[in-house]
C-alpha cells in the first residue's frame, strides 16, 4: 500500500488488511489513522505531528514511539506485543485503550492530566499510578496483578471495573461521583462505599470480604447489586434494609443478612445476656454471661484464627494488645450454634 504521493491526506483507514508493512512518513497531515488488526511489526509515525487519533490495536507492535505526536488525543494500541508505554508527551490524551498486552515495563501516564478514558486490562501490571489523572472518569483495570489501587486523587472518577486483582484495599472516600463498582475476585477485606452517594451498581462477589458498608444515603438508586461468594460476610450495612430484602434477596450469600448496623451480629444463637465489652478495644476483650462451653475462636481480616480456646466458665477475657489494629471477628460457639461479632481493635 503506497501512500507516499497523498501528502494533503487527513484521514486513513486500512484496518483489518493483511498488511505488514505501512509508510504514512509522507503523510504529515493525517489527523487520523486506523491501521488496526493487521500483520504490522511497527510503524513510524514520528512525521505525523498532527495525529490526533490512533488506531493500531490487533497487530504484533512491540514498541510504540510516541514522543512527536504532542497533539494525539485518542489511542487504540490493546492486543500487541507492548512491554511498556509512555506518554510523558503527549499531555493532550484523553482516551487510552492499551489492553491485552504484556506491560512488564510499566504504564508511564503520570503527565496526562486530561486522561477521561483508561482501558488497560489484562496487562500484567504490578501497580498503577493514576495521582496525575485527575479527570479520570472511567477505569477498566482488570484481570491484572494490582495488590493496590488508588484513586483518591480521581474525584470525578464514575466507573470502575478493578475485578481479578489481588487487591487487599480500595479507599473510595474521595470518589462522590462512582456510578459503577465492579471488584469481583479480589481480596478485598473491607469495602466502605459510603462515600459514593452516586452509585448505581456494585459487585463484590467472590472476594474476602469481612466488612461491606453500602450506607451512603441513596440506596434506592442501586440497580445492580452482587456480593455473593463471601464466606466471611455475614452483614451488609445498608441504609433500608426492607429495600434490600425484596430487591437484592439472592445478591449475599445464605449465612449473610442486611442490617443498619453491623456492629453486632448475631446469628441463630440467642446471645441477648452475653456480654461483650469493650468494642472498639485496644488491650482486652471481657466476654462475660457465658452460660454453657463455648469454644471461642478470633478470626482476623484474613479470615485467619489468631486466637483460638475453650471457656468453661462463666466469662473469660482476651488480650489483643499485641494484635495488629483493624477488623477481627469474634466466633461464640456452643452447642445451640454459632454468634459472631465484630470487634474493632485501635
Known amino acids: 500500500m503506497d501512500v507516499s504521493a497523498n501528502t494533503a491526506l487527513t484521514f486513513l483507514d486500512c484496518g483489518y488488511n493483511y498488511l505488514d508493512t505501512l509508510d504514512v512518513s509522507h503523510n504529515t497531515a493525517l489527523d487520523t489513522l486506523a ?3 493487521n500483520n504490522l511489526a511497527g510503524i513510524d509515525i514520528s512525521t505525523n505531528t498532527a495525529l490526533l487519533r490512533f ?3 490487533g497487530n504484533n507492535f512491540i514498541s510504540l514511539n510516541l514522543s512527536t505526536n504532542t497533539v494525539l488525543s485518542q489511542l487504540y494500541c490493546g492486543s500487541n506485543q507492548l512491554s511498556s508505554l509512555d506518554f510523558s508527551s503527549n499531555p493532550n490524551l484523553v482516551y487510552l485503550n492499551c489492553r491485552y498486552n504484556n506491560l512488564t515495563g510499566g504504564l508511564n501516564i503520570l503527565q496526562n492530566t486530561n486522561l477521561h478514558y483508561l482501558q488497560c486490562m489484562q496487562t500484567s501490571l504490578t501497580s498503577l499510578d493514576l495521582s496525575g489523572n485527575q479527570n ?10 494490582l495488590n493496590g489501587l488508588d484513586v483518591s486523587t480521581n474525584p470525578d472518577l464514575k466507573y470502575l471495573e478493578c475485578s481479578f486483582n489481588p487487591i487487599l484495599s480500595l479507599n473510595l472516600s474521595n470518589n462522590p461521583s462512582l456510578r459503577f463498582l465492579q471488584s469481583d475476585f479480589s481480596n478485598l477485606i473491607n469495602l466502605d462505599v459510603t462515600s459514593c452517594v452516586s452509585l448505581n451498581c456494585l459487585s463484590c ?18 440497580i445492580g447489586f452482587s456480593a455473593g461468594g463471601n464466606p466471611n460476610l455475614l452483614c451488609i450495612e445498608v441504609d433500608n434494609v426492607a429495600f434490600f430484602n425484596q430487591a437484592y434477596p439472592l445478591a449475599i450469600d445464605s449465612i449473610a443478612h442486611y442490617s443498619t448496623d453491623c456492629t453486632v451480629l448475631i446469628s441463630e444463637v440467642n446471645t441477648s445476656e452475653i456480654s461483650i465489652s469493650p468494642n472498639p478495644t485496644t488491650v482486652f476483650i471481657h466476654i462475660s454471661n457465658l452460660s454453657s462451653i463455648y469454644s471461642i475462636q478470633l478470626l482476623n481480616q484474613l479470615g485467619m484464627v489468631v486466637y483460638n480456646a475453650l471457656s ?3 466469662s473469660t477475657t482476651i488480650n489483643i494488645e499485641s494484635y495488629p489494629n483493624g477488623i477481627y471477628l ?17
Open 136 to 145: 479520570l472518569d472511567t477505569l477498566d483495570c482488570s484481570s491484572n496483578l
Open 205 to 222: 462477589y467472590m472476594s474476602q470480604l469481612i466488612s461491606l458498608n453500602i450506607r451512603n444515603g441513596n440506596n434506592e438508586n442501586i
Open 330 to 346: 469474634l466466633s461464640l460457639q456452643n452447642d445451640d450454634g454459632v454468634t459472631t461479632n465484630k470487634i474493632i481493635k485501635i
Open 35 to 37: 491501521c488496526d488488526n
Open 312 to 314: 468453661t466458665d462463666q
Open 55 to 57: 488506531v493500531c490495536n
